[in-house]
């Protein structure tokens, strides 16, 4: 099982940006999916859940700013993140249970700045 980001870059304070992970390989069953975020120096940090039976959670930082959202047969999951502002600024990483066991992205790296 391979789990794969895209959507990562540079953008301006207040802009916009979507991130996807798709996960492929031998897969029968996916039950969570997350996104991880890690600014240089912080320990990681869980921005936002989202489960199969649809219950989505997010860290109180990114509340009405991020949405998650999940495409169960594609096996991929978005995060939508608006309002952008230089503290977002992190290296993003998707993670997923998979087939019962836990797997991560490489990450891709967001950079809020003007």
């Known amino acids: 099982v391979q789990l794969v980001e895209s959507g990562g870059g540079l953008v301006q304070p207040g802009g916009s940006l979507r991130l996807s992970c798709a996960a492929s390989?031998?897969?029968?069953?996916?039950?969570?999916m997350r996104w991880y975020r890690q600014a240089p120096g912080r320990q990681r940090e869980l921005v936002a859940t989202?489960?199969?039976?649809?219950?989505?959670t997010y860290a109180d930082s990114v509340k009405g700013r991020f949405t998650v959202s999940g495409d169960n047969a594609k096996n991929t999951v978005y995060l939508q993140m608006s309002s952008l502002n230089p503290e977002d600024t992190a290296v993003y990483y998707c993670?997923?249970?998979?087939?019962?066991?836990?797997?991560w992205g490489q990450g891709t790296q967001v950079t809020v700045s003007s």
């Open positions: 993670n997923m249970d998979i087939n019962f066991r836990n797997y």
């Open positions: 390989g031998s897969i029968s069953f996916i039950n969570t």
């Open positions: 989202f489960t199969r039976t649809g219950t989505i």
